[in-house]
């Protein structure tokens, strides 16, 4: 193996693919002879079944000839031993004297087998055998050329005669391949067609076969052999159809030489010089041999276009990004501030308010505005990173602000933070935050001294389940608070996701962006 590597190795380029075309074309070269050679064989085939229809059309045409006498005899002997009166023969001759193409030499006898009168010569023979009316009788003469036939009808026995040559000219004018044609009654045999020469020369030439085939009729009682002869397929006409092999080889010959000169060596050249194109340097320079093909010079000037307007789309769209970005993040930037200012002037009115109610009131709509505000500003991240907005340091910073913004009656409530590392879109961290600010202030208000957990994990690549646990999430108490139960299934909506009411939390499922190691 090694040292038909070594040798391989050492051959010229051109020289290697002659070497793997000529190994490609090998398998479909012996496809292309096995096709060949069955479509040859299944040409010979098609003769030889031809021949065999033609043999059998020979042995229908002499069947039908007998058929044909066999019933003018019955019809005509029928009408003539019916009537009784005359001479019968005479009056069988006057019917058989209508039908087209039947034999006129005949005999009628009684039923006992005794000749009653002959048209034509005509000797009957088998003198012996009786048939009974429907039935037919057949034999061949001793002699072997002439065929008798015997019909049984009522009040007597019809009997008629064809010729060697007659059935011979039948047959003949059937089939024209037919070699050699016998009859036999399983006593005697007829020979119709006999070309001894032909059948001689057939088994001397390669190109020629004999087809030998045996088959009844006249209902079983004579049987036919035939010898056709069939033209096989020869050398000359397999070579003819071997000849598109051939002519397949040289033209891919030739379309390697070719397409190797015009084609592969210039788009070669062109594809090393755009291979070694790096965007951003200098303009691309193709070489400046690329052929003789106009086709080839105009595609390598139409890519230098194509790169120095693709290079200059690039520009602009970069300058346009980054300007797009300046404006998401101011906007965002004035927002988040606009915000704040809200919550502080809130903030700045409820300590000025003397009314408890007013106060809660004002605090309350702070700590919504201030969720949104961390939304904001996580957001703001989001557009640095461009990765969506983290949901664990805002839920954190949610909880550190909604436990500042807490009246002194819940300073001291607890707020247990257990969250994954996950991101989402800004639609559902806006939702997550109103979620987590009206859950945690009906706690935090309700049930100052109880302590609520807020939970974040993954459930798979994009879903996760964010659940708040508080003693106050009960049936019974939650039963008090309907405006409160409207506004959380609300938010739970807009995330797309059922509440999950279970015994002293709830739960739903966020849409998560799939971690940094299973996008690579």
């Known amino acids: 193996m090694s040292g038909l590597s070594h040798w391989f190795g050492r051959l ?36 030889v079944i031809s021949a065999e229809d033609r043999s059998r059309s020979a042995g229908r045409a002499v069947e039908s000839l007998l058929a044909r006498n066999v019933l003018a005899l019955r019809v005509a002997a029928t009408g003539a031993l019916r009537d009784g009166s005359g001479d019968p023969c005479a009056l069988a001759r006057q019917s058989l004297s209508s039908s087209v193409g039947v034999v006129r030499t005949f005999a009628l006898q009684d039923p006992g087998g005794q000749l009653l009168c002959t048209a034509g010569t005509i000797l009957p023979q088998e003198d012996r055998i009786l048939v009974p009316p429907g039935q037919v009788r057949l034999w061949i003469s001793p002699t072997g050329n002439m065929l008798y036939y015997r019909v049984g009808v009522p009040g007597g026995i019809g009997t008629g005669t064809l010729s060697r040559e007659e059935l011979r000219d039948a047959a003949l004018i059937s089939s024209r391949t037919l070699r050699q044609l016998t009859l036999s009654d399983g006593r005697t045999s007829m020979l119709l067609i006999d070309e001894a020469g032909a059948v001689q020369a057939a088994d001397r030439d390669p190109n020629m076969q004999l087809v030998e085939r045996r088959w009844m009729i006249g209902g079983g009682q004579l049987s036919a052999s035939s010898i056709a002869q069939v033209d096989r397929i020869g050398t000359s006409e397999r070579g003819l159809i071997l000849l598109p092999l051939l002519m397949w080889i040289v033209a891919t010959l030739l379309s390697w030489l070719l397409v190797g000169s015009f084609l592969i060596r210039p788009l070669r050249r062109m594809q090393r010089a755009i291979g070694s194109y ?52 101011e906007v965002h930037h004035r927002v988040k501030n606009n915000l704040q200012v809200i919550a502080s002037l809130l903030n700045i009115h409820s300590r000025l308010t003397a009314a408890p109610e007013a106060r809660n009131a004002y605090a309350s709509i702070g700590r919504r505005v201030d969720a949104l505000a961390v939304v904001h500003r996580n957001h703001y991240a989001e557009l640095e990173e461009n990765r969506g907005i983290s949901l664990r340091p805002l839920i954190s910073e949610l909880a550190a602000s909604l436990r500042s913004s807490a009246p002194d009656t819940a300073r001291r409530f607890n707020i247990d933070l257990e969250l994954d590392s996950l991101n989402t879109t800004q639609d559902a961290a806006v939702a997550v935050a109103f979620f987590t600010t009206e859950v945690v202030e009906c706690a935090m208000l309700g049930h100052p001294e109880d302590a609520i957990r807020l939970t974040l994990s993954r459930i798979d690549d994009v879903r996760a389940r964010y659940t708040i646990t508080a003693a106050m999430l009960q049936p019974d108490t939650l039963g008090e608070r309907p405006q409160f139960e409207r506004i959380i299934t609300g938010l739970a909506k807009q995330l797309r996701s059922p509440l999950e009411r279970e015994m002293g939390s709830y739960s739903v499922i966020l849409p998560v962006f799939p971690s940094r190691s299973e996008k690579n």
């Open 12 to 47: 010229s380029t051109t020289t290697k693919l002659l070497v793997i075309l000529s190994a490609a074309i090998l398998p479909l070269g012996l496809v292309l002879v096995w096709a060949a050679t069955t479509s040859i064989n299944r040409a010979n085939q098609a003769l």
């Open 278 to 329: 790096q965007p951003g340097s200098a303009a691309l320079e193709l070489p400046e041999r690329l052929g003789s093909a106009t086709e080839i010079r105009e595609l390598g000037q139409s890519f230098s276009r194509a790169v120095e307007r693709i290079e200059e789309s690039e520009r602009d769209m970069a300058v346009a990004l980054e300007g797009q970005r300046r404006l998401v993040r």
